[in-house]
């Protein structure tokens, strides 16, 4: 069973950034893909960022791309997503996620989630 913590959030404004963190324990943290997907209020679900279980491998949504870095450190359990030159449409909860094999972009083929972290963007 893995737990996931993140970290990280807050209140930011366009055009600045902000580094956030999610941290494993429970399991082996290089066994596990990692994701990052969000929700904004009266939205659904939606994913941002994945990366494979080496680092090696990383997809992004297209709202993500060029702005947006995930990566991981295996040594520390923690799974990041560096978010630059952040928009008021980036405002939601952001959730990290795991699952074991490959890194899919499907937030139902992840098997633990953490709770979340508040980002919020103001214009």
């Known amino acids: 069973q893995v737990q996931l913590v993140e970290s990280g959030g807050g209140l930011v404004q366009a055009g600045g950034s902000l580094n956030i963190s999610c941290a494993a324990s429970g399991g082996t943290f290089s066994s596990y893909a990692m994701g990052w997907f969000r929700q904004a209020p009266g939205k659904e679900r939606e994913f941002v960022a994945t990366i494979s279980r080496s680092g090696v491998g990383t997809y992004y949504a297209d709202s993500a791309k060029g702005r947006f870095t995930i990566s991981r450190d295996n040594a520390k359990n923690t799974v990041y997503l560096q978010m630059n030159s952040l928009k008021p449409e980036d405002t939601a909860v952001y959730y990290c996620?795991?699952?074991?094999?490959?890194?899919?972009?499907?937030?139902?083929?992840?098997?633990?989630w953490g709770q979340g972290t508040q980002v919020t963007v103001s214009s």
């Open positions: 996620a795991a699952r074991r094999g490959s890194f899919p972009y499907i937030d139902r083929e992840y098997d633990y």
